[in-house]
């Protein structure tokens, strides 16, 4: 459902030198703390961040999950005439919200955003489960102070500084097998979690740092059988002994199931599919001899029907974390409830390649599993395993060879050479190493990705390993291989705020411009032009669609707002059409959002549940470029000219210049200045390096904007509207008679 609300009111024109895109101050949300909520229930909580003024409203990516705010309200017992030398306390930097559920939202992982004075901000993950909830109670810093909590229940905390430690007690009774999960980094926290768990006695009787159980280790889980009837006690600290606001967290203990992986990860669109689900605690599942760290799994056998409607069978619909590298794949959650409640999610990964399983022994060129093309083969790579496969192929054709397994969420870190049929290595195949995002969105990964081509006739050998065999493996190192011969072309979309090393949200002003930019998935060569558009948009505001052109992986739609375009958010799509086989195709995007601000190195990064855009009033300028559309033969220059409207506060001058991803390959834009008193300024463009095709690009005004009572000035750069280039090929020479 597509939602737009005008909640704010006339904004003021503050601004803040926030990030290398500079621009006027915009929300950032650090913490939403209790950080979940029990389905049909209620519960307050406190929003912790930056540019927080005038708290209007908290949008969640699930309509059933509600806010109102709670106003500050001063103590009571104030004096009515304090002495001149105390001042009264100041109101909290904080803003409270009053947030339902209702009893019908599902558990997972929603998205919750500030809206206040300055626009909508960044995503923080909003957990809704079927548990009970409880909050950590200070001071719990030792054993004797632990605070009481129930079972089967989740307990929200928050590790705060001073090498702060929580301690916890709940009952436990002989028999039970007690899971004890944290969860922190996977729910954007800072909190590098380390657990222990001890017997009333004092005994520790388990600990968990940087467990191997998943791809994401840093968040502790502890599984263990209850001794005897009795009081238990968890000891939760961050591992660096840092904190803070944002280093908060859930712990749930209890009975409750948890799903480990599955067999197979993934199905046709359409099919009713026949999964093997292995965890802890599953309803009705049964014992098995496959273990983690020593702990044994149960199996249960479940049917899955696969959604059959292409426009589902292109999404990843999931209500968990999903990194930038995982931002490509498409499928649906699976969980399992008992009668504590339900489980952890898991990706079933949607695939129309023909399924098979991996069957050993295969661990030999002799005993090499052999396979029909096309295929998906499911497996595992347990502790000095290899796997092994042969296909046969035709000099000079090309093969995709696909291995998912990071992406699915597990720890493995999948290696494959190529061999001939003697033995001898063809190729090693590497990691995947195209990275659309650079720091902001860092896709490249641990998983495979290959095109292969065929040097002769004869048979060829997959051989398949965990990097770190010799010391690391198990049943949940699962991994799906596939092998296409002449694989469809695909692509996938992802929409980013602008920001490149900061957290950021898309916020656009009355009468000026915002770059959404478009970062694309190109899969199995995929090397078409795709044209992009925004759908949805909020009252007043428009987007001309955008053309990227052939094999570029980056793009940016540029929204504009009329300068009486309504004040309010709104959840917008952005879609992109290409053509697949000479069929036009559409993919919607997926939002791509910083979680913590980095400088040199990548960012902390997930996909969004939704894309969301709020109109603030005024730009303090707008440039505009002209003409917008242009055709040129390659080589020839072409003339650009850049128009400023500068509002009535903004006297100074604007640097036009134009970089990175706003630019087709190749292309150069000159720097110029418009200077006070001047309105424009025109750039001669060369075209002798850029590709043949079309292409859309912009250009930025950069400038120091007076702001606040003391006019001091503040750094704003807004992009100009989107021109297009068709830059067409050099007319042949004649042939001589």
């Known amino acids: 459902m597509i939602r737009f609300s005008a909640t704010l009111s006339i ?128 001071p719990n810093n030792e054993k004797e102070k632990a605070t009481k909590v129930p079972f089967n229940a989740t307990i929200n905390g928050r590790i705060g500084g001073g090498e702060d430690v929580d301690w916890f007690q709940f009952s436990a009774k002989s028999g039970q097998r007690v899971l004890i999960e944290c969860r922190a980094w996977r729910i954007d926290s800072r909190l590098d979690g380390f657990m222990w768990l001890y017997g009333s006695d004092g005994k520790q009787l388990a600990m968990s740092q940087d467990e191997d159980i998943r791809d994401e280790k840093r968040d502790p889980f502890i599984d263990f059988d209850v001794p005897a009837d009795g009081e238990y006690f968890i000891k939760l600290t961050d591992f660096t002994y840092n904190g803070s606001p944002d280093h908060f967290y859930r712990v749930s203990i209890g009975t409750m199931p948890y799903l480990d992986f599955m067999l197979p990860p993934g199905g046709a669109p359409g099919a009713v599919v026949n999964v093997a689900l292995y965890g802890r605690n599953l309803p009705g599942g049964e014992a098995t001899d496959q273990k983690i760290n020593g702990r044994p799994l149960q199996k249960l056998m479940k049917q899955i029907q696969l959604p059959s409607e292409p426009e589902l069978s292109t999404e990843l619909r999931f209500n968990g974390l999903v990194r930038p590298w995982s931002a490509v794949l498409d499928g649906m959650e699976v969980r399992v409830k008992n009668d504590a409640g339900s489980s952890n999610a898991k990706l079933l990964r949607f ?61 493995a870190d999948p290696d494959v050479e190529i061999l001939k049929a003697n033995g001898d290595v063809v190729i090693n195949a590497q990691d995947i190493g195209d990275n659309i995002g650079q720091l902001r969105f860092t896709s490249n990964g641990r998983d495979v990705n290959h095109l292969f081509t065929a040097p002769a006739n004869g048979d060829f050998i997959v051989r398949l390993e965990h990097l770190f065999r010799q010391a690391q493996g198990g049943p949940h190192y699962i991994y799906q291989l596939e092998i296409q011969r002449d694989a469809e072309p695909d692509f996938r979309v992802i ?27 190109r899969m199995s060569g995929h090397n078409e032009s795709i044209t992009v558009e925004a759908r949805n948009l909020p009252p007043g505001v428009s987007a001309d669609p955008i053309v990227i052109g052939k094999d570029v992986k980056w793009g940016t739609l540029v929204v504009t707002a009329a300068p009486d375009a309504a004040i309010g958010h709104s959840e917008i799509q952005v879609v992109a059409t290409s053509e697949i086989k000479g069929k036009k195709s559409s993919r919607k995007a997926r939002g791509g959002v910083i979680v913590w601000d980095t400088v040199n190195t990548p960012a902390l990064a997930r996909m969004t549940r939704n894309i969301m855009l709020a109109v603030r009033e005024k730009a303090p300028f707008a440039i505009t470029a002209s003409p917008a559309e242009i055709s040129v033969v390659k080589g020839q220059t072409f003339d650009l000219t850049v128009t400023l409207k500068r509002s009535d506060e903004m006297p100074n001058a604007v640097q036009i210049n134009g970089a990175g991803y706003q630019l ?39 400038g120091q904007v007076p702001v606040g009572k003391e006019k001091k000035n503040m750094r704003c750069v807004y992009p100009s509207n989107t021109v297009k280039l068709i830059v067409q090929p050099k007319p042949q020479p004649e042939a001589k008679k």
Do not use: W
């Open 11 to 138: 904004l003021s024109v503050s601004l803040l030198l926030f990030s290398a895109h500079a621009e006027l101050a915009v929300p950032r949300l650090n913490s939403v703390y209790p950080p979940g909520i029990s389905a049909g229930s209620d519960v307050d909580v406190e929003v912790a961040g930056q540019n927080i003024e005038e708290p209007k409203a908290l949008f969640f990516s699930h309509p059933g999950i509600t806010a109102v705010f709670v106003p500050y309200e001063p103590p009571k017992d104030l004096p009515k005439d304090p002495p001149k030398d105390k001042k009264p306390p100041e109101p909290p930097k904080t803003a409270k919200f009053k947030v339902s559920s209702a009893k019908d939202v599902p558990p997972g992982d929603y998205d919750v955003r500030f809206i206040g004075k300055f626009g909508i901000s960044n995503p923080r993950v909003f957990v809704v489960s079927d548990f009970a909830e409880a909050l950590e109670a200070e």
């Open 351 to 411: 695939s129309s390649l023909p399924p098979v399983f991996e069957t050993e022994p295969n661990n030999e060129i002799a005993k090499a599993q052999r396979l029909e093309i096309p295929c998906l083969v499911s497996g595992q790579l347990t502790r000095e395993d290899m796997d092994l496969f042969i296909f046969t192929a035709k000099k000079d054709e090309k093969f995709v060879i696909n291995v998912t397994s990071n992406r699915l969420g597990a720890p």
């Open 495 to 521: 929409c980013s705020p602008p920001d490149e090393i900061r957290i950021d949200s898309h916020v656009l002003y009355q009468g000026g411009r915002e770059r959404l930019d478009i970062l694309i998935f």
């Open 664 to 702: 087709p390959p190749n292309m150069s834009i000159p720097v110029k200045s418009i200077d006070p008193g001047q309105t424009e300024a025109k750039l001669t463009i060369a075209t002798e390096k850029l590709p043949e095709g079309t292409y859309s690009f912009m250009v930025n005004g950069d």
